[in-house]
């Protein structure tokens, strides 16, 4: 790796690995489930930002686009289910709260 | 031809949905049953991978780029028999006609993930598929909208995504070492790499993501909610193929046509395969729930399949692969034995049922086959997989590994033989005394299960030779 690139990568890398680290934070400290998704999706765009880097770093910068349109399609599919899921829990429980949910244990 | 087996259920979805939306509700279920019988017979009859030159022709310009070893074709069997199992097992329980032809689109949108991630050799179109699988079972478990259900798909769905986020991180990392997303590339790559450290952590949280996804025992979480809240035909369609696919195959395709064997990794395997054994053996036998009771032998009966993977040896990887068919044709009839049991007796709480033999005498004679299956009871077909993995442990110097594996089969047939005594047998309760044995498609899907388990036993050498040995010409790329 030249100096340019290096230099990229380890800025970025910082950036990606604040997102991973808020996202993780965010899904695991909070009881609301709508800010649950919200976390994930955080973790998600730093993984989107790794790829895009990956590609820029390793000379694939187009096959990394293409692979981060796919992933940003699917990720899209799957909040969007998984909000339908929120709002069936939300039909039960008139309420988000992750505390609300206990009755699956053991 | 086998790029057909992806395309034909997305293009039946399309024709089911598009044009003759009201005409074509009744036959959904036909179209489903047609799919996995024509997959069971492709891989059953045409072995060199031919099956005919016309579709060949028709779907050459779409060519994904696709590979069939005999470990693909094993999952694809499998995936063809479950999927037949169930639809039968939704169309008995569930009468109401836009609801089935809704689930039926659902399920075939998941026989064409489940085929994809069987069949791509690129570890992208991997993750694909994978989503597209995710996606059709988070819609399956809360299929019936009940709080439970909602509840179990929620976790399932936060486990999974982080699970995604892991597996991405790791495609992120290997593209920027090898430069493409392709086996082979990675595989080439990772076997000369400069940057080791980089590529030691690539591959430990893939190891990771397919743990989660295929619910080893530390990373079980989702599992035992999803499978017990779900409707019955879907936890028939989780169990038997959705994590053994998603999670399972994907290791065994991982581990040994990518990464390759190193110590590490190797003991990685052998550690998380036992504690899936044991601790998932005794959490099943706590449980007095019939469906939480199999999810737990489930994660310990995975936990055989990921020991096998770890010795690496031809006889290990033979003895994982068959489980693995075992386990979803076994845990497969289980599943449908407790819907039968829960579609008559309306509870699935073993504590509130006994003497259902006399009533159910087909339902409590496969039950008994699968349960001594599972436990590994010779001749059925259980017995030999498990002989297989032990002996490889065994052949590989992992003795405490072998010694604990066989030592764990006695817990196996604990749980089920207190299954069996509080579900089967017994006097029958009074309140009871009504039911009567399930309907055709419980029938129907239990007989066939039963029989592939007995067959698969008493044929056991000509399968070794002919299927499983084979396997070695799984390739490295």
């Known amino acids: ?106 | 031809m086998y790029s057909s087996l992806i395309l034909i259920p997305f293009f039946s979805v399309i024709v089911l949905n598009l044009p003759f939306r009201t005409l074509m509700k009744k036959s959904a279920f036909w179209v489903c049953i047609a799919l996995s019988l024509i997959q069971i017979f492709a891989v059953l009859f045409s072995p060199t991978g031919s099956l005919g030159n016309l579709t060949e022709m028709f779907f050459s310009f779409l060519r994904v780029d696709l590979w069939i070893d005999n470990l693909s074709r094993i999952m694809l069997l499998c995936i063809g028999i479950v999927l037949f199992t169930a639809a039968w097992v939704q169309k008995e329980l569930s009468k109401d006609e836009e609801r089935q032809f809704n689930f039926m689109n659902v399920l075939l949108l998941l026989l064409a993930g489940l085929n994809g991630i069987v069949l791509v050799r690129d570890i992208f179109s991997l993750y694909v598929f994978l989503e597209i699988t995710a996606v059709s079972s988070f819609i399956l478990i809360g299929f019936n909208k009940e709080r439970d259900a909602f509840e179990a798909a929620f976790k399932y769905i936060i486990l999974s995504v982080i699970a995604t986020a892991l597996m991405l991180t790791s495609i992120g990392l290997l593209l920027m070492i090898a430069g493409d997303t392709s086996f082979a590339t990675i595989s080439a790559t990772l076997k000369t790499s400069p940057d080791k450290l980089l590529a030691m952590f690539a591959v430990a949280i893939f190891l990771c993501a397919a743990f989660i996804k295929g619910g080893v025992m530390p990373f079980h979480g989702w599992l035992p909610d999803a499978y017990s809240a779900s409707p019955a035909s879907v936890s028939v369609i989780l169990a038997g193929v959705v994590t053994k696919t998603v999670g399972v195959y994907t290791l065994i395709r991982i581990v040994y046509s990518v990464f390759g064997y190193s110590p590490a990794l190797t003991l990685i395997l052998l550690i998380v395969g036992t504690l899936s054994v044991v601790l998932g053996a005794l959490a099943a036998l706590g449980q007095s729930d019939f469906k939480r009771m199999l999810a737990y032998s489930s994660i310990s009966q995975v936990g055989y399949i990921v020991l096998g993977l770890a010795t690496g040896s031809m006889l290990g990887l033979a003895g994982a692969v068959f489980h693995l068919f075992n386990h979803s044709i076994f845990k497969s009839l289980l599943f449908v034995n407790s819907a039968a049991v829960e579609s008559s007796t309306g509870t699935r709480n073993m504590d509130n049922l006994a003497g259902l033999a006399k009533k159910m005498p087909v339902t409590g004679t496969t039950s008994i086959l699968a349960s001594l299956s599972c436990a590994g009871i010779p001749p059925l077909a259980g017995f030999w997989s498990k002989l297989l993995i032990i002996v490889a442990l065994w052949m590989g110097k992992f003795y405490a590994f072998a010694i604990i594996a066989a030592l764990a089969s006695i817990l196996t047939l604990a749980y089920f033989l207190s299954l069996q005594r509080r579900v089967f047998f017994g006097k029958l309760r009074e309140d009871l005394a009504h039911i009567k044995e399930s309907g055709f498609g419980f029938l129907l899907s239990m007989t066939i299960l039963a029989l592939i388990t007995i067959g698969a036993g008493l044929g056991f050498p000509f399968i070794l030779n002919s299927f499983l040995l084979p396997v070695k010409t799984i390739s490295g790329g």
């Open chain 1, 1 to 106: 790796m030249s100096g340019e690139i290096t230099h990229i990568f380890w800025s970025f890398g910082l950036f990606i690995v604040m997102l991973f680290v808020i996202g993780l934070y965010c899904v695991l400290m909070t009881y609301n489930l709508v800010r649950a998704l919200i976390g994930l999706e955080i973790l998600i765009k730093g993984v989107t930002l790794l790829i895009i880097v990956a590609g820029y770093v390793s000379g694939h910068i187009a096959l990394a686009q293409s692979l981060v349109i796919t992933l940003i399609v699917i990720e899209v599919v799957v909040m969007t289910v998984a909000v339908g899921i929120v709002f069936g829990i939300r039909h039960y429980n008139e309420s988000l709260d992750t505390r609300a949910i206990e009755k699956l244990k053991g």
